[in-house]
């Protein structure tokens, strides 16, 4: 049995930069981000038979890998050279779709390690990597950009640069210790207790790219904005920067706000919060705040008790946490 354990993550600012229609056209994009210490599991075992057993939100049983209905599954097994007898199970630290944490590459990322380890053909994160960005973008043609696979492999607080060649580079930011606890304590993750398909957003994101790009490029400049405010221990700054790039993005489809969350944001906002942004595409999931801690309580009162997800900045990316062959 072998276990891979792939962080969840937080992007702060840039998001949209890093589809294809954008950065390949307008010198790059780049996202400034963050794993959080929120996973997804991937669990293998060999089976005694030839079955392709699938355990998630339901369970399939398949004989041969085109009648595996979960298509991140069946395309990582094809990636990776996986054919049959074998149990599949993902599990969860929060729901696996619709949370705006970047879920659904995670699930893929953890899927092409372990099916690797399993074989025993252990492989470098970038080609994991990459390998997540195909089936994602190219095979499955969904609607999204590439933050979210490099933030689930490589792990840690990053500023990941979307090169016009197709090349990615991680720069990883080293804030100082007590600036990085300082931000951590003073963000909240609020859900909002809606979880929605990305899909229809983000297709309309995508298809709006090019009548948004004055839009994008200011976005695009807050990551180094962003990351100057945390070297220079400028928090306050970071918190209100949320702010202008949440009215940002706003405007790149309809979907990605509605009334329920504009009401969650102003009330936070009202009871003392700086700035926050829905996570990922928007819609629902969880919101984002930059708070200062000792006006969270009245945050949280003013929300009536939200439910709240505790988390950490998480260093590493997709690891194996149990390697057990018989």
Known sequence: MIITQTPLRISFFGGGTDFRDYYRENQGGAVLSTSID????????????????VNYSKREIATQLEEVEHELVREAMRKTGVKKGIEITTLADIPAKGTGLGSSSSVTVGLLNVFYLYQSRPQPIERLTKEACQIEIDILKKP????DQYAAAFGNLNIIKFNPDETVTLEPLLIEDRVKDALETNLMLIYTGVTRESSDILSQ???????RLSILDEMKAMVDEGKNHLLQGRLEEFGKLL???????RKLAEKVTN???EKMYQIALEAGALGGKICGAGGGGFLLLYCPFLRQNKVRDALGSPRELPWHF?????????????
């Not at 994101?205 to 009548?211: A, G, P, V």
């Not at 998480?314 to 194996?320: F, I, L, S």
């Open 38 to 53: 929120k996973y997804i599991y991937a669990i293998v075992k060999e089976r005694f038979d030839d079955v392709i057993c």
């Open 144 to 147: 999204m950009g590439k933050q």
């Open 205 to 211: 994101q995508k298809d709006n790219i090019r009548h």
């Open 243 to 249: 702010h202008r790039g949440w009215e940002l993005k």
């Open 259 to 261: 009334p329920q969350i």
């Open 314 to 326: 998480e260093r590493q990316g997709t690891k194996a946490i149990f390697n057990v062959r018989r």
